[in-house]
């Protein structure tokens, strides 16, 4: 410590160098040194070269010297800060492990190195077991979350109906929990993230079909009309009921919007259900629920019929979203499958 206030003194070090330098350079000449014993006169002579190898010899061990000295006190300051820095490290260690149940046998502030060595050890295992977990379920993720953009792709499920259902979708989630922990960030949270985003816009449409067993007789698109045959567009499905069983069954809860004739539909039945998700029930021969009813999934609509513009005892169904027209039985069957899959 004294060395080090003495090196704090730019003065001294810049005279000691100055000093140094002027003997290094300097001129020597022969010198004589007489020696008397007994009346006798001895001469010794130190030639100019010896004067200035001994001199320059000192001038480098001294430095050497000064120079070990200033990286050993360096070093003693660098392990002793690192030394502190361990130990608090090691409290920190101690103290989590302690509220996390691990080692309960240790008291708080009696422990060995050895002690700390384990828990160090212990937490070493654990993290790369996360990191591994976390790692395996990212690419896990990214291989369903490519298999649902592709069943949604076929299904007809354009960018339109995908955002007008994600717009809809509560603020906030899984994300918020992921921020706060840096092992479950990056793509771990982006591919959770857009799992969750593709799940809910399946499980925002509906998974059955509004009868118990049935047929489909005509599909979705572009057709020659049953009446006028003129080519147009088909919004929906029409589907005849199988083994006498005539029920007209809500696909998912929501609220009667429309319950009564309506036109070319003849008796019909609206439902809104979340997400802007409506789904609309044609021809039918009777109504069971008035407009404004609240229904679950499952609950009687009616009777399947032939009111309205129809050819024959039929259920005409329409699925759409924000008033846009998907195609039911490709909506119905990519939900039902993810259904299955989460299961």
């Given amino acids: 410590m004294v060395f080090l206030r003495w090196l704090r003194r730019p003065g001294k070090v810049v005279h000691w160098t100055r000093l140094a330098l002027g003997m290094w350079h300097r001129e020597y000449h022969d010198s004589r040194i007489i020696l008397e014993q007994q009346g006798d006169l001895k001469y010794l002579v130190i030639s100019a070269r010896v004067q200035r190898n001994a001199v320059r010899a000192t001038i480098l061990v001294m430095g050497f010297l000064t120079t070990m000295a200033v990286g050993m006190t360096v070093t003693a300051g660098w392990l002793q800060t690192r030394k502190i820095m361990l130990e608090h490290s090691h409290r920190q260690i101690f103290f989590a492990l302690q509220s996390a149940g691990i080692n309960p046998d240790l008291q708080s502030g009696e422990y ?43 299904s007809g499920l354009n960018g339109k109906v995908i955002s007008l259902i994600q717009s809809t979708q509560p603020v906030g989630g899984v994300n918020e929990a992921f921020n706060e922990n840096p092992l479950l960030g990056g793509a771990f949270a982006k591919e959770t993230a857009a799992n969750r985003e593709l799940r809910s816009v399946l499980e925002a449409l509906p998974d059955r079909m509004p009868l118990p067993d049935y047929t489909i007789t005509s599909d979705f698109g572009i057709r020659p009309h049953p009446v006028t045959n003129k080519p147009s567009l088909h919004a929906g499905i029409d589907i005849k009921p199988q083994n006498g069983d005539d029920r007209v069954l809500a696909v998912k ?33 009777k109504i069971f629920v008035k407009q404004g009813d609240t229904v679950e999934q499952g609950t009687p609509l009616g009777l399947v019929g032939n009111t ?34 989460q299961k």
């Fill in 112 to 154: 060995s190195q050895d002690d700390m060595l384990e828990m160090a050890r212990s937490i070493r295992e654990r993290d790369m077991q996360i990191r591994q977990y976390v790692g395996d379920w990212t690419e896990t993720l990214a291989a369903r979350n490519n298999d649902l953009r592709s069943l949604m792709s076929s």
């Fill in 308 to 341: 309205g513009q129809s050819t024959g005892k039929h259920l005409h169904f329409e699925v759409l979203v924000g008033s846009y027209q998907v195609d039911p039985k490709k909506v119905i069957q990519t939900a039902q499958y993810v259904r299955q899959t």
């Fill in 253 to 285: 809860s929501g609220k009667v919007l429309v319950a009564g004739y309506h036109g070319n539909l003849g008796n019909a039945v609206l439902i809104r259900h979340d997400r802007g998700v409506e789904t609309i029930y044609g021809h039918l021969d």
